[in-house]
């Protein structure tokens, strides 16, 4: 709230942040306990918490310009998914290593739980995107995914059987490639092609100049960073003029 945003539902924590059933998240300033995860318990996946606060937002602002940052959790040390997704993957992935280090949490299945964790988030990215259909406002919403590193193997995570890193080499807190070359998805119906690529090399302190272009915002200083459009997705679709 400190930093100017108008709303925040989720961790202030990233230790916290490596439990997905902690005992609280936070409502703007307010501590919002979770009674249900005391003493060992898992009744709330504080991820669907959040999830459900997003689309409440975009319900909420569907009649103005908004900005929502989204720092999904998952896939994550811990290794922890619900239980109805833990289902649809266990047994899938050869044999397992069980993962018991007491640094994170025990895991019998961790590939399962990573596959899990990957569903989960991929049925958060669909909910979203059908609320901003819903609400009708999908072809002129800009959606970017992204991710702030590469693979881990925190929690069990068995990162080269599902050939995470690809191509690249490394995986997070390596400076090859595959620790800090990550994929970045831009979705814009009324401004971007489907399927356009670009070879564009980008990082993040590249963002806020971009947001700034986007929305005819001037920047109250100089930055190192340079506005994405600018190089590239005005060669993506020609017929828009920003």
Aim: aromatic share 12%.
């Amino acid at each position: 709230m400190k930093m100017g945003f108008s709303r925040f539902y989720g961790y202030n924590c990233q230790r916290e942040a490596h439990s997905y059933y902690p005992g609280h998240l936070w409502s703007d300033n307010t501590r919002v306990l979770l009674p249900e995860n005391a003493d060992g318990q898992e009744e709330k996946y504080a991820p669907d918490l959040i999830q459900e606060e997003a689309l409440k937002f975009i319900r909420a602002n569907r009649d103005q310009p908004f900005f929502c940052y989204y720092a999904a959790i998952q896939p994550h040390a811990d290794m922890v998914a619900p239980e109805e997704y833990m289902e649809r993957h266990r047994e899938k992935y050869g044999e397992e290593t069980p993962h018991a280090t007491g640094h994170h949490r025990d895991q019998l299945h961790p590939r399962a739980a990573f596959a899990a964790m990957v569903n989960v988030l991929d049925d958060y990215v669909g909910e979203i995107v059908a609320e901003l259909e819903a609400q009708g406002i999908a072809d002129n919403t800009l959606i970017i995914f992204t991710s702030d590193n590469g693979p881990h193997k925190e929690g069990g995570h068995d990162y080269e059987y599902f050939n995470c890193s690809g191509v690249l080499r490394g995986e997070k807190r390596d400076l090859y490639e595959g620790g800090v070359r990550v994929p970045m998805i831009a979705s814009w119906p009324s401004k971007i092609a489907a399927a356009a690529e670009t070879d564009q090399m980008t990082a993040f302190w590249d963002f806020l100049p971009t947001m700034a272009a986007l929305t005819h915002q001037p920047l109250s200083q100089a930055t190192d960073g340079v506005s994405i459009c600018r190089h590239c997705w005005g060669r993506v679709n020609r017929s828009s003029s920003k």
